[in-house]
Each structure stands twice: as structure tokens, then as C-alpha cells.
């Protein structure tokens, strides 16, 4: 009927590392890349961007109507 002793002082440690381990874990797939990686993962997505931009029919505005109609038009 009784359950098994449990040192809590030594769950909690145990607990404290396996959380430290799953951290590490995410941080060396975040953050352990080569410079070649980063690199070349920047060069990728600058061009995804120049190509994105190449296909646009307008360029964006450089100012907003502020009163929250389109165009700034008066109704």
C-alpha cells in the first residue's frame, strides 16, 4: 500500500538537472551553428527577400493616412 521512499532533497536535484539538460539541448540546436552555417543561411534568406521584393507590383507607401481611411480619402 506504501510507496516508495523518496529523498526529496534528491528528487528535486535530479529534477534540477534533467530541466538544465533540456535547456542545454535547445540552446546548443539555437546557437551551435558554424560561422559557414550562419553565413550561409543569411545569404539564403537575403536573396528569398530580394526575389520576394523583385515580384512586388507596387512599392510600399512611405507614409499612412492617419485619419484610417484608405488613401487618406474624405467620406
Do not use: C, H, W, Y
Not at 538537472?17 to 551553428?33: H, L, P, S, V, W
Not at 550561409?40 to 512586388?56: F, I, M, P, Q, V
Request: no cysteine; aromatic share 2%.
Amino acid at each position: 500500500m506504501a510507496g516508495d521512499i523518496v529523498n526529496l532533497r534528491q528528487f528535486r536535484k535530479k529534477q534540477a538537472r534533467t530541466e538544465k539538460e533540456r535547456q542545454a539541448e535547445q540552446n546548443r540546436i539555437a546557437f551551435g551553428r558554424t560561422k559557414a552555417e550562419k553565413s550561409l543561411t543569411r545569404a539564403l534568406n537575403e536573396k528569398a527577400s530580394k526575389t520576394l521584393d523583385e515580384g512586388r507590383l507596387e512599392t510600399p507607401a512611405t507614409t499612412r493616412p492617419t485619419d484610417g481611411t484608405p488613401d487618406g480619402e474624405k467620406t
